[in-house]
């Protein structure tokens, strides 16, 4: 493909593009392929002789677009969502055009300087304490996942933790303790979150079976309804240190932690300078696409000390004179994508202002839909209430079951009421098995058909033994129509499924 190929190329490339986001709605949300289907219809060996691009192009439509979930859909309220929008698809032609692995600064300058400076303006949109800024002991980087930063800070947290253990000695006595301590080292965290009386006794728990936590993942935003921790408790619990010197903690707010950028949620962070080390995601919410987790980190000396590899092919004047930030040094990897100009495209094509607005629609339209949910208690209860355009639900199976199952529930964060939209994973189950077991069988159900009709996609959860269906109108496409239509769906289906129950 030469140069002249490859802009008639790139042209049609970017018209299917533009085509497929403006006809989303046509699309059916969810795939219905069968597993193995690509392998029928994609023949066994590579081609001998190159083909034409117009035939390549053609298998997009024809084989790929089958088999795909289609995440940007207006229908689509599963999960969590994963942005995409065109000033961040344009940072990616220009990072995959450059193609340059930024090992360290001397492989591309701008690589590393964009980095610095458009995760320092991250901290600042977050309303993160200036402990986590680049002009300090600590700094950020931009990493491919949450999941991926949790390894990278554990990693660090665990050998800064034997190190600081072995501290004075040398040799085989240095060695043995190190071993000694491996053996013993825990990694706490949980899919929900922490109490300060379960987060004490998990600690004396450790200390009795004689194990050694080193570090902590608590929550801004739990996978299942969006759940808060009591990030001062924790911290003040920890720095204690009644039971073991202080552990590492990570706070991992990989979806909900965009809406830091609003006024109205920056008091999450206001602990957050006890902290260790804090991620999220702004592929998820924040209109970059995927991958583009940004992790930040109190004292950069705690991974740099740890990650650290100088082959010598890599070695230059400007590192060895410490004038310059190798970002390799702050992760896994040994190399790295150009990801901080899409995020740089990003903001400044929406601005700090169209990044809050996008946060703060998504926010209402959940609300709104909620509302409709609950004009309706003879069909749904809400389990938490809204939090980060999120809602989690179930089927009431019987008149008045909803205040009856009231009673037998708690919405709370830690103990506390709820505050604003911090919802709540605290929730206690109907004393009632049975019927507890028919609400789940008839959510489950409600749950099935939908995203069995193809016309809304959805995902569930079990909350300490209830069944329920998660929401999300955090992706870029719907607005009050599309929502409206979605309620009518459930709407329809729950009522469909609790009269073939009742008769």
């Not at 930024?102 to 300087?113: K, L, R």
Request: aromatic share 10%; net charge negative.
């Amino acid at each position: 493909m030469d140069s002249q190929v490859f802009r008639q190329a790139a042209h049609s490339a970017v018209d299917e593009i533009i085509d497929y986001f403006e006809n989303l709605r046509d699309r059916r949300v969810l795939s219905d392929v069968e597993p193995g289907y690509l392998r029928k219809i994609i023949p066994e060996e590579p081609p001998k002789d190159g083909e034409e691009w117009s035939k390549i192009q053609k298998d997009m439509e024809a084989k790929i677009m089958p088999g795909l979930t289609h995440w940007q859909h207006p229908d689509f309220m599963a999960y969590f969502p994963t942005a995409v929008t065109f000033p961040s698809i344009l940072g990616e032609l220009y990072s995959a055009s450059l193609s340059a692995p930024g090992s360290n600064w001397q492989c591309s300058p701008a690589m590393t300087e964009l980095e610095t400076i458009v995760m320092d303006w991250m901290a600042g949109l977050l309303h993160l304490p200036d402990c986590f800024l680049s002009k300090g002991q600590g700094g950020s980087v931009i990493q491919g996942s949450a999941s991926e930063s949790v390894v990278t800070v554990m990693v660090a947290a665990m050998e800064g933790y034997i190190r600081r253990a072995y501290t004075g000695l040398t040799g085989h006595e240095r060695e043995e303790k190190a071993c000694h301590l491996r053996n013993r080292l825990v990694a706490l965290g949980s899919d929900q979150t922490h109490s300060s009386p379960a987060f004490q006794d998990l600690l004396a728990e450790c200390k009795r079976e004689g194990l050694e936590p080193f570090y902590i993942t608590v929550n801004l935003g739990t996978a299942v309804t969006c759940a808060v921790d009591d990030f001062a408790m924790i911290t003040a619990v920890n720095n204690a240190g009644a039971f073991f010197p202080p552990l590492w903690i990570h706070v991992d707010a990989a979806y909900a932690g965009s809406a830091l950028i609003l006024e109205e949620y920056a008091h999450l962070s206001k602990s957050f300078e006890h902290i260790d080390s804090f991620d999220m995601n702004m592929h998820k919410w924040l209109l970059v696409n995927f991958e583009s987790s940004c992790l930040f980190v109190r004292n950069r000396r705690h991974l740099t000390d740890v990650l650290t590899v100088t082959p010598s092919y890599l070695r230059n004047e400007y590192a060895d004179n410490g004038l310059v930030t190798d970002y390799r040094d702050w992760q896994i990897p040994l190399g790295r994508r150009f990801r901080s100009l899409k995020i740089w495209f990003v903001m400044r094509t929406y601005g700090i202002k169209g990044m809050q607005t996008l946060v703060r629609r998504h926010i209402a339209l959940e609300k709104q839909f909620a509302a409709w949910l609950s004009e309706r208690p003879d069909l749904f209860h809400i389990i938490t209430p809204p939090a980060f355009a999120l809602t989690v639900f179930t089927v009431v199976v019987s008149p008045g079951e909803a205040q009856q199952r009231q009673k037998g529930m708690v919405n709370c964060t830690n103990g506390a009421p709820v505050r604003g939209n911090l919802a709540s994973n605290d929730v206690k189950p109907d004393p009632d098995s049975q019927r507890q077991k028919r609400a789940n069988a008839l959510t489950k159900e409600v749950y099935e058909r939908i995203n069995a009709s193809g016309k809304l996609f959805l995902t569930s959860s079990v909350i300490n033994g209830i069944y329920a269906i998660r929401f999300v109108s955090a992706n870029q496409k719907p607005n009050e129509q599309s929502l409206r239509a979605a309620f009518e769906l459930i709407l329809h289906i729950n009522q469909e499924v609790l009269g073939e129950e009742r008769n």
